[in-house]
Nanobody
Framework: VQLVESGGGLVQAGGSLRLSCAAS????????VGWFRQAPGREREFVVS????????YYADSVKGRFAISRDNAKNTVYLQMNSLKPEDTAIYYC???????????????WGQGTLVTVSS
């Protein structure tokens, strides 16, 4: 499975961005998808995950109420809508996929290259 993120960019605090994670390859399997982020000098941090059906989602406390994950399996794409962005949301955002979802990065075998989100104050 190959994953490609898009939608990152520069936004002012309080603004919104929508990230996309497009999958190709062996997409016939049922994969859960997670979004992670990594700021300079910090460890990779879990943001949110979604099950194959979309029926189960799990958010980090830091983004609850501001971010929303969704997926369109017909398009093999997962979306991350980010609202009320804060400067501390600045990071490279990665999507990851595997058969079982988790907040723990090593669970995921497939990763995208990341997309940079910068939130200015």
């Amino acid at each position: 499975v190959q994953l490609v993120e898009s939608g990152g960019g520069l936004v002012q605090a309080g603004g919104s961005l929508r990230l996309s994670c497009a999958a190709s390859g062996r997409t016939s399997r049922s994969y859960s998808v997670g979004w992670f982020r990594q700021a300079p000098g910090r460890e990779r941090e879990f943001v949110v995950s979604i099950s194959w059906s979309g029926g189960n989602t799990y958010y980090a406390d830091s983004v609850k109420g501001r971010f929303a994950i969704s997926r369109d399996n017909a398009k093999n794409t997962v979306y991350l809508q980010m609202n009320s962005l804060k400067p501390e949301d600045t990071a490279i955002y990665y999507c990851a996929a595997d058969r079982v979802g988790s907040s723990w990065p090593p669970v995921y075998n497939y990763w995208g290259q990341g997309t940079l989100v910068t939130v200015s104050s």
